[in-house]
DNA sequence: GTCATTTCTTAATCTACATTAAGCTCTAAA
DNA sequence: TTTAGAGCTTAATGTAGATTAAGAAATGAC
């Protein structure tokens, strides 16, 4: 466990790397996404105060994600040892924004996925461009514009 | 941890319920789905022999989803106690298998999420109804034909 | 067996969002 | 002050997949 100080830009881990660590950020704000064949980035989670973000795969094994800093950030890097994960319940929370995510995309047009976006992360909203809301979304900032442009029209 | 046997077609688990419980499929197949507004049915989980499946929400709030049993199928029943998760890392597993799902809705066109279907599901693929299929994918029946159509082609 | 349902496929049309490209705004550098 | 460059928006065009509808094939009830 070990309190690391970074500046906005900074990649803590890129797609690859063995032995990606979990962190939890005390202050800033992380970003974890993947980049597709066709370069596009695609944001997976944003992580601000008091989140954990890492990648979900085994110690062992390649990661799938990038993970930066998209503010100055205070974090805690800790190793991904199953046996102290203390706190499981965690887990289970994040979990569960992961279902949530899941149904949405599979469901909701990109006006309710971006509605929901902005109850569950009232914050994030001013902290980060828009292109990366997009990204999260899974949309283009060209439709996220025009969404934005209905939606505040209502 | 009670072991239950359910014949194919019953209702484990409905939207709404509280104190959802956790399965682990002993033989047989169950799955989890939303409904969205539109009446329409979104899979979100296979569970196969082996597997685990719930609703990742706590026991003290009504669930998301439905799960129902595909085939005639053995299951173990079990409560939803935190203190009694004693394979963290299965849920880390399938913490995984929600990472990869999360970036291939956002990224892959549905030919790529078909192809990736079979390689994780081969078992699966001739124990479901094409709907089902589809409905995981997250597109609709008519469009999967078509992504057939031309997946043999080839 | 027959009849009724449900499932799967094909084809025509429609639509949400992607792509492309241009212009606008703001910041930062020289 | 101009210039270069991000980031955001607008609008035109393109496209993957949705929707609708109809027919074929499989499944189940009686």
Redesign the pocket.
Known sequence: MKRVQIKKGQLLQRKGDLHSKVYHVESGLLRSYAIDE?G?EHIYMFAPENWIIGDSVPPNRPCELFIDAIEDSEILQSEKDVSAITEVHKLINRMEVLQKRIIMLMS????E?YEHFITTYPDIVQR???????SYL????????????IHFKK
């Open positions: 066709k596009k909701a047009p990109a006006m996925r980060v461009p828009q292109k990366m809301i997009a899974g949309i283009t900032p060209e439709a996220l514009s025009a969404v934005k442009r």
